[in-house]
């Protein structure tokens, strides 16, 4: 089940962000706060504007979470989102990160009208590349010595999906 997270999933995301395979395919560092994310997590991501995180759940346990957020505070980029995702070691292959692709760009196509999402992906990271592809999301460019992982700089693609068909006016 994919839904909305809330402040009681906050002890649940640092568990999983706590883990070396997590934080390791993401920009997230190690050692993540509970009371960060319940404070994250209390002053309401997406409560004032499109920014969303969801979470996947399996047999009432936490396997995943998958969020858009605000990319610039520019106006003129109000039409572009970041998009992050990751899954539990042990639910991975099984469908979570398709489940919670499918509901972050329902989310961005159909309810706040977005044009673009966009994300960084490791280049080695295989798995989520072929996911982010199944929804559309086409390689933009490599950007060399990104972020720094595990003591050495790791190259990242930019990755972006356009809206696949932009929302239309009603006849008149």
Request: some cysteine; hydrophobic content about 45%.
């Amino acid at each position: 089940m994919v839904r909305r997270a809330r402040a009681s999933d906050a002890a649940a995301l640092a568990r999983q962000l706590s883990d070396p395979a997590v934080f390791g395919g993401l920009l997230q560092l190690p050692y993540p706060s509970e009371e960060a994310w319940a404070k994250r997590l209390t002053d309401g991501v997406g409560a004032t504007g499109p920014d969303v995180l969801l979470v996947a759940e399996r047999d009432d346990e936490l396997v995943g979470a998958a969020g858009l957020n605000s990319v610039s505070g520019h106006v003129r980029r109000r039409h572009a989102m970041g998009l992050g995702i990751h899954v539990a070691p042990h639910a991975q292959r099984q469908g979570v990160g398709q489940a919670l692709m499918a509901a972050l760009c329902d989310y961005a196509d159909r309810w706040v009208g977005l044009m673009r999402l966009e994300l960084t992906v490791y280049t080695d990271n295989d798995a989520a590349i072929r996911l982010y592809r199944r929804f559309g999301f086409e390689t933009e460019g490599k950007m060399r010595a990104y972020a720094l992982r595990d003591g050495v700089y790791a190259d990242v693609f930019a990755m972006a999906r356009l809206h696949p068909s932009p929302p239309t006016l009603p006849p008149r």
